[in-house]
């Protein structure tokens, strides 16, 4: 089935470094969704990628979704304290449900 | 605006206990799944629903089942629960109809927790 890996598991930076997490999907993909878990809370949407190469920017986030639509990243710039939680990118294939990577925490070092 | 309800927001069981728990879609939400976190882990798919039938299913044990009902809320089911059972348990709901935007909207969770 399908199979969605993201890396890397965890990250720790500086406040005002950047940080970036990939994600990468066994089967072509329809859409690539991110969301962001806070400790303790539940899985929000933050973006949605759906065509070949398409670039996203929130603020001081970036999410690109490859060509062959089987890999996608996100990146933040100058990450803020207020970044920290686990991102998790989830990949849909057609009629597929949406499969979850297994999420990168990123801990911010004020 | 409305989003997804699940109720109980904790549940205590015992092993070999059984569990039911409910969720709340957000109205005119055609698509429902449920999802298994475990610690530190990722939300393990289980079981989808579209207009209320089974449209797929993930990694859901036997001793689970889950329905849609004619109200398009659903209830996840966990008999013979044991202490591996313990974990949050996420519904989403989405709307796939709309496929400009099938995000999912996930509720607080469920936490389980066997002993």
């Known amino acids: 089935g399908q199979q969605v890996m993201q890396i890397p598991q965890y990250q720790h930076v500086q406040e005002g470094e950047d940080f970036t997490t990939y994600c990468n999907s066994s089967t072509t993909l329809s859409n690539i969704q991110w969301y962001k878990q806070r400790p303790g809370g539940h899985p929000v949407f933050l973006i949605q990628l759906v065509k070949s190469g398409e670039v996203k920017k929130q603020k001081r986030l970036t999410f690109q979704f490859g060509e062959a639509k089987k890999n996608s990243s996100l990146h933040i710039t100058a990450t803020q304290t207020t970044d920290v939680g686990t991102y998790f990118c989830?990949?849909?294939?057609?009629?597929?449900?949406?499969?979850f990577g297994k999420g990168t925490r990123l801990s911010v070092i004020a | 605006a409305a989003g997804v309800i699940q109720s109980p927001r904790h549940l205590i069981k015992e092993k070999r206990e059984t569990a039911t728990l409910k969720c709340y879609p957000i109205?005119?939400?055609?698509?429902v799944y449920w999802y298994q976190q475990g610690p530190g882990q990722d939300p393990q798919f289980l079981i989808s629903?579209?207009?209320?039938?089974?449209?797929d299913k993930g990694s859901i044990p036997d001793r689970f089942s889950a329905q849609q009902f004619s109200d398009y809320h659903s209830e996840l089911n966990m008999s013979s629960l044991e202490l591996g059972d313990s974990a949050l348990y996420f519904c989403?709901?989405?709307?796939?109809?709309?496929?400009?935007?099938?995000?999912?909207?996930f509720g607080q969770g469920t936490r389980l927790t066997v002993v």
């Open positions: 989403a709901s989405s709307l796939e109809g709309n496929s400009r935007s099938p995000e999912a909207f």
């Open positions: 109205p005119r939400h055609d698509t």
């Open positions: 989830a990949g849909k294939g057609g009629n597929t449900p949406l499969v």
């Open positions: 629903f579209y207009e209320k039938m089974q449209s």
